[in-house]
């Protein structure tokens, strides 16, 4: 038996929304957790204090299923075929800003859980330069490299997550502080979701990116 494999055309789907205010062209482009849709990702992006003045974008990962409970859901990648996967993620992400992005504007990327390597690998692998990325619940991958410039990173955990663990937290904020890598890690009262806590602290990162590269 021999393996091959073959390329395809998949439909890959997003969420988007403009400037509800004054726009400060900024668009944040979010990936949702494992078995989770857009409009998981939408929801957190929309909760966030002043992202009422940023264009949101929540795209959704390209291999769908259903979950153990029968609900429909999306996974960005599993360890098979690792490497093609990846590649395929960036180039339907680079995809979509291409296509939402306002000319001359900025971009800042987020992600839940799995949805937090999808961001750092857009950031450090896609095609468009983004402002930073923020990173919550979820691991900065291991083959990504520190060492060279990177944007401003935001990364959150919930105390009490049983699944990004204290542990993985610490080793990712240290590869950041040894590599020299902008970062700001917050911690707040929580499980492996979002709180008005982290809401309120990702409100803050915004603002200060916003006014630093104004």
Sequence with gaps: MEEFSIQTTVQGRYLFRPPLQAAAHVL???FHGYGQTAEDEFGLLESIPGTECFALCSIEALHPFY?????PGASWMTSRQRDTRIAENIRYVDTVISRVMTPGGALVYHGFSQGAGMASRAAMLGSHRAWG?????GDFPPELDVSVTMPLVH??????DPIYREEHFLRDCRRFREGGADHVACTFAGVHEASSEYF???AVFLERLVDERS
């Design 28 to 30: 944040i482009a979010g």
């Design 67 to 71: 979950s153990s409970k029968g609900n």
């Design 133 to 137: 990325f923020m990173l919550l619940g």
């Design 155 to 160: 990364i959150a955990r919930g105390n009490w």
């Design 200 to 202: 309120d602290a990702a």
